[in-house]
């Protein structure tokens, strides 16, 4: 047998790693602070500048996304997959979905976020779309208080601008999610990640949070570990380097655009360009 060209061994063991580091070992289930999503939504950081629908949520957390990942914990990217029949699809599980999966954003709708996290992600799973959207109710329903918020709170963790927590303390809140209550013994110390956006403060000594990242198997049925290497890697967005953590209240959004100005014409369905034009040079000569 012929030994392959070293170079051709090194692309050949190249083309293996890759295709085994895109292969899903588990799901990243990516939690938000509302506020802070609007926040950076209205600042344009990160994002298109815009503005969150009123009211914004100031007691739950709600869902990102639901996205696969390697064994490192790294999130996964595919080759994209045709479009289901979206009605079809959302029909019959849409109330559950938007309990704890919502549109935030002003002007457009929960289905389209679906849409955008089964493109992005979902489809590298390897699980079909209706799989994929039962999975992420079948995890919500693992959550034994309802929302990752009352977990929290029920550790003193709650939303107010004169108290901050440490990352620890939230991370020791956030695995009471593990224990099945009432708790035998103290929370498994599974690995969760969390991302931060920091306060405008040159010391950066106070961040908001801004996602908690809880780790599942890749069946959907129990929480695992997240592993240390998908972890956010800079200081800021992985709230560590001993700065305090802090959950904003929704903060004032821009003023919405006004509505544009209707003509009779308009509502009546027929072009009004040349009834305008014909008002101007009438009103200003």
Not at 7 to 33: G, H, K, M
Request: glycine share 6%; net charge neutral.
């Amino acid at each position: 047998m012929k030994k392959l060209p070293f170079f051709l061994l090194l692309i050949l063991l190249l083309v293996i790693n890759s295709v085994d580091s895109q292969t899903p070992a588990l799901w990243r289930y990516v939690l938000q602070w509302p506020p802070t999503y609007c926040m950076e939504l209205n600042s344009g950081q990160g994002t298109t500048w815009g503005r969150c629908q009123e009211p914004i949520p100031q007691r739950e957390f709600t869902l990102h996304g639901l996205w696969p990942a390697d064994a490192d914990g790294k999130i996964i990217t595919c080759p994209d997959k045709p479009d289901p029949n979206w009605n079809q699809l959302f029909r019959p599980i849409e109330d559950k979905l938007v309990k704890f999966w919502p549109q935030l954003r002003e002007n457009s709708n929960s289905r389209d976020l679906w849409k955008h996290e089964w493109r992005s992600h979902g489809v590298c799973g390897g699980i079909t779309p209706q799989v994929y959207f039962n999975r992420a109710i079948g995890i919500n329903n693992m959550f034994e208080k309802g929302n990752l918020f009352n977990y929290l709170a029920t550790s003193g963790i709650i939303a107010c601008d004169s108290l901050a927590f440490s990352r620890t303390e939230i991370i020791d809140a956030v695995r009471k999610v593990f224990v099945e209550s009432p708790p035998p013994s103290p929370p498994p110390a599974l690995d969760v990640y969390l991302t931060c956006i920091p306060i405008n403060d040159k010391k950066k000594s106070h961040f908001y949070l801004r996602e908690v990242t809880l780790c599942i198997n890749l069946a959907g049925t129990a929480f695992i570990s997240c592993p240390k290497k998908g972890a956010p890697s800079s200081q800021e967005f992985s709230c560590s380097g001993g700065a305090k953590i802090m959950l904003p209240h929704p903060k004032a959004q821009p003023s919405a655009p006004p509505p544009p100005r209707l003509y009779q014409e308009n509502i009546d369905g027929t072009d009004p360009t040349f009834e305008q034009s014909w008002a101007e040079y009438i009103f200003n000569g």
